[in-house]
């Protein structure tokens, strides 16, 4: 996982209140993207962003926004956290020539 | 849609051979990957195959992938404790998110 940084790396919150995950690399990609696990649900893209200034939405985007103002970092916002946003989040990073994902440690996020 | 599949659960015991099994649905994507995820860890690459292969083998690792069939399977031969983990199967091609399976538990018992 060299490379991708996830911070931090627990954190419970409350209903409503926001926070900020953050993901940064040092391989100078492009493509950055965030996932959420669950069990019995696989990984799940939530947003993603092909380079500085492009984002655009995965799967299940709703409740989350993304920015991406550098190509190191791609921070993922919960505006209001709700208990089903618990998860574990995954940032990862894709290589251009064969196209793999390389994950971070993950943050793991309680609602309660 | 597209949706990769893969069974839950594996069990066996140390010193057999595991196979996991994968199924996808998109016959253009370019690569196949298998990760392994240990508890409390991210995701790692064990391996992937080009779309053009039929099999690849790494050490104590083969992946055959049946094109016709859209099926991947990934063999790991001599199981290991060690090799305890989550499998997860994804498929991917340029300019597209990597579709993930929901992950297969191996579980060896010595």
């Known amino acids: 996982n060299a490379g991708v940084t996830q911070t931090p790396k627990f954190q419970v919150l409350k209903t409503g209140q926001s926070m900020t995950l953050q993901c940064a690399q040092d391989?100078?990609?492009?493509?950055m993207s965030w996932y959420r696990q669950d069990p019995g649900m696989g990984l799940r893209l939530i947003h993603y962003?092909?380079?500085?200034?492009?984002?655009d939405q995965g799967e299940v985007p709703n409740g989350y926004n993304v920015s991406r103002s550098t190509t190191e970092d791609f921070p993922l916002r919960l505006l209001s956290a709700a208990p089903s946003q618990t998860s574990v989040y995954f940032c990862?990073?894709?290589?251009?020539?064969?196209?793999?994902?390389?994950f971070g440690e993950g943050s793991r996020l309680t609602v309660l | 849609g597209e949706d990769v599949e893969q069974s839950l659960f594996l069990s066996v015991r140390e010193g057999d051979s595991s196979v996991i099994n994968c199924t996808y649905t998109?016959?253009?994507?370019?690569?196949l990957y298998w990760y392994k995820q240990e508890p409390g860890a991210g995701l790692q690459l064990l391996t992937y195959?080009?779309?053009?292969?039929d099999m690849k083998q790494d050490q104590r690792l083969t992946v055959l992938l049946n094109k016709k069939d859209k099926h991947l399977s990934l063999r790991i031969a001599d199981t290991q404790t060690g090799d305890s983990a989550i499998y997860f199967c994804?498929?991917?091609?340029?300019?597209?998110?990597?579709?993930f399976g929901k992950g297969t538990t191996l579980s060896v018992s010595s």
């Open positions: 391989m100078n990609h492009e493509y």
């Open positions: 994804a498929e991917g091609k340029a300019g597209t998110a990597l579709i």
């Open positions: 998109d016959s253009s994507s370019t690569y």
């Open positions: 962003s092909v380079g500085a200034g492009i984002t």
């Open positions: 195959i080009f779309s053009n292969m």
């Open positions: 990862a990073i894709r290589t251009t020539l064969t196209g793999e994902l390389f």
